[in-house]
Structures are given as C-alpha cells and as structure tokens.
C-alpha cells in the first residue's frame, strides 16, 4: 500500500504554502523527503495480557495514516495526518499498482 502521486503533490505543495520549505532543526532546504507508504499510528490501551481481547472485540481507540516527512541530512522525522489533506472520498492510497501503471491510468 502506498500513497497516490497526486495526493503526494498536494501534501507537498500544501506544507510549502505553510512555510515548510526547510528542515526545522537544521534549516536545509534540500533535504526534506515525503514517504510514499502511510505510517499507520494506533492510539489504544494496550490489552491487559495477551489473551486480553478476543478476536473481533472493538477494542476502541483511533488509527491514523499519516504522511512521513524526514530530514535526510539530520534525520529530523515529522508526521502529518493525512485527512487533514484528503478531500470527500478521494482514493489516496493505491494497492498493488505501480507509479507507471497509476499514470497510465490517470491519462
């Protein structure tokens, strides 16, 4: 599973009109990269012992995909939620496809 061409775009383009045009902590300006697979954040209790919820039990709690900007030159790591980016129910992730095959199909 990675994430969509375009939605990368947007993301990108949305964090330069933001100010985000260089690593916070060591201000290079040309070492920012975006991550093309979502990083997947589970903010739940953990289960009591291993045995502590069956298989199927909501076990409350939120998952968030989140969008991996990293500094390549000191490692500086920042997520960013990606529904903060998606628009309705635009597809941003894509399955199995490659970067050819999804141009391909967006022409």
Not at 20 to 39: D, I, Q, Y
Not at 54 to 75: S, Y
Request: glycine share 10%; aromatic share 6%; net charge negative.
């Amino acid at each position: 599973m990675r994430w969509r061409q375009t939605f990368l775009a947007e993301v990108s383009q949305s964090l330069q009109q933001l100010g985000m045009r260089a690593c916070p902590v060591c201000g290079s300006m040309e070492s920012l990269s975006m991550g093309r697979r979502p990083v997947v954040l589970i903010d739940a209790d953990f289960p009591p012992d291993e045995d502590g919820f069956p298989l199927g039990e909501d076990r409350g709690g939120d998952m968030t995909f989140a969008v991996r900007v990293e500094c390549t030159t000191c490692g500086h790591l920042m997520l960013f939620n990606s529904e903060r980016y998606r628009s309705g129910d635009e597809k941003i992730m894509v399955r199995g496809l490659t970067e050819e095959q999804e141009r391909q199909l967006g022409e």
